[in-house]
């Protein structure tokens, strides 16, 4: 039975969620999670859900993104400061684009859980239970490996404490300097195959030289050299996410302490399922996806209950579409249709990279550029028709030099794959890749962006 009311869940079946073989040690390490400062705190999580309401009204857009599953092995100072630097960049681009300020959100310190199609996945002979992140077991195909480890939670939480004090020193400390974030930018643009958008870089370095002729340089004006940046993550390892939730002392809320923002995946949606039941007690921004399946029935359901029956209670919930290019004409206008005439106020943002996964020639999954791209362009076309707001995108990204996503500017091939597939889970944007879609996204938005917007504007 549940000891409180966060607790409900348990109740509730356990889907895409691993069965520990010694209960003992698994209430060992939740008693040690009860016990340690949360990693994000109450106040954050309701500035991100004011910096959402404006995203939902057109007056900012989101930028999300991040890996598809952080891993132990793969992590150190070099990646999150690369992975901060391309965030950086993609969304000078996009605010540039927009002229609406970019909530910037990384899937980052926190991201270690992953649902998986089938339960056990076989090489040759040997058949062995899926790998489900690194907060749950092993990559290596070997049988110890894959048996579910608890105290592999309290290697994400101190993984996750170390990424977020470096990306809080960085959004702070002078890193996201403008100037400094736009001469990277401008040294992506000077490759030869960058030529397409250097003029969109070129009136940027305009707008910033006239920043400084008129005296705003970073010292005297602080807005120019820190960002605010957030964390978020798939709430899908429940234990793991209760364990970290507290109390506000100040309003008596329950608070997710493990992330900004969490959100229910496309496999754990179920209405009355343990996941949704957890989400709907915390006051943190919940990302609900929406892929083919998602009924405009169970939709309805959804809404109402993750937002408490307040549907105006806008910065509460994100809806993230992930359909696949060629299915978003046949499923966003009804979603669309469901939410305008329920009359809810939810953030609009594109995932296009999970329904447009493929296996390539050479045997490796990969998401094709140009799919992922039409996924978001398709996605701005139809709210565009509709008159709703397209609110922002939401990429698994990082800011190494993988060869995981064919297309782009360097023109991947399936035989480039080989080369540097780094990716525990699914491929994952390069950073010139996803740059090089900021600035396609740039484009996009050069348009008007929504009815909604230019009300809200006017």
């Keep these: 039975m549940p000891t409180s009311a966060i607790s409900s869940w348990r109740d509730r079946e356990r889907i895409q969620m691993p069965v520990y073989t010694d209960p003992t040690a698994l209430r060992a390490v939740e008693a040690r999670l009860r016990q340690l400062p949360p990693l994000v705190f109450a106040d954050e999580a309701r500035r991100l859900r004011t910096e959402l309401a404006a995203v939902s009204r057109g007056e900012a857009f989101l930028l999300q993104g991040g890996d598809c599953a952080e891993s132990f092995d793969q992590f150190g100072a070099d990646q999150v400061r690369d992975f901060f630097k391309v965030m950086l960049q993609m969304a000078m681009v996009l605010t540039y684009g927009a002229k609406v300020p970019v ?31 690194d907060i749950i077991n092993g990559f290596d195909f070997t049988e110890a490996a894959r048996v579910p480890d608890p105290e592999r939670m309290l290697q994400a939480y101190t993984q996750s404490a170390a990424t977020l004090n470096m990306l809080r020193g960085m959004a702070k400390g002078g890193f996201a300097d403008v100037n400094k974030v736009h001469q990277w930018t401008l040294d992506f643009t000077a490759e030869d195959k960058a030529e397409a958008y250097r003029d969109i870089a070129n009136a940027l370095q305009d707008t910033l030289d006239f920043i400084r002729a008129a005296g705003l340089s970073p010292r005297k004006a602080e807005e120019l050299a820190t960002v605010d940046f957030y964390s978020s993550h798939e709430a899908l390892l429940l234990e793991y996410e209760e364990g970290l939730t507290r109390t506000d002392p100040m309003t008596g809320e329950l608070v997710a302490g493990s992330g900004h923002l969490i959100w229910i995946g496309d496999r754990t949606r179920q209405p009355d399922g343990a996941h949704v039941d957890f989400c709907r007690q915390v006051i943190n921004p919940i990302g609900l996806k929406c892929g083919p399946t998602t009924s405009s029935e169970d939709l309805k359901v959804l809404i109402d209950t993750l937002m408490n ?27 669309i249709d469901t939410v305008e005439e329920m009359g809810a106020k939810v953030v609009w943002t594109c995932d296009p990279m999970h329904g447009n996964t493929i296996k390539s020639a050479t045997g490796y999954k990969t998401r094709p550029f140009e799919n992922v791209l039409g996924e978001v362009q398709e996605f701005f076309r139809v709210h565009g028709e509709k008159g709703t707001t397209p609110g922002g995108v939401h990429f698994e990204m990082t800011g190494q030099d993988v060869t995981e996503c064919t297309g782009g500017l360097r023109a991947l091939t399936d035989e480039d794959l080989s080369d540097r597939y780094h990716t525990a889970c699914d491929p994952r944007l390069n950073a010139s890749q996803a740059l090089e879609l900021a600035f396609l996204v740039n484009q996009l938005m050069r348009a008007p962006r929504s009815a909604a917007a230019q009300v809200a504007s006017a």
């Excluded at 105006?312 to 009804?334: C, N, Q, S, W, Y």
């Design 309 to 335: 029956g307040k549907l105006d209670d806008a910065g509460r919930l994100m809806l993230i579409t992930r359909f696949g290019a060629d299915k978003v004409e046949e499923h966003l206008p009804r979603l």
């Design 103 to 133: 909530v910037k959100v990384g899937r980052i310190a926190g991201q270690f859980a992953k649902p998986r199609s089938a339960p056990t996945e076989k090489v040759g002979e040997v058949e062995l239970p899926s790998y489900r992140g």
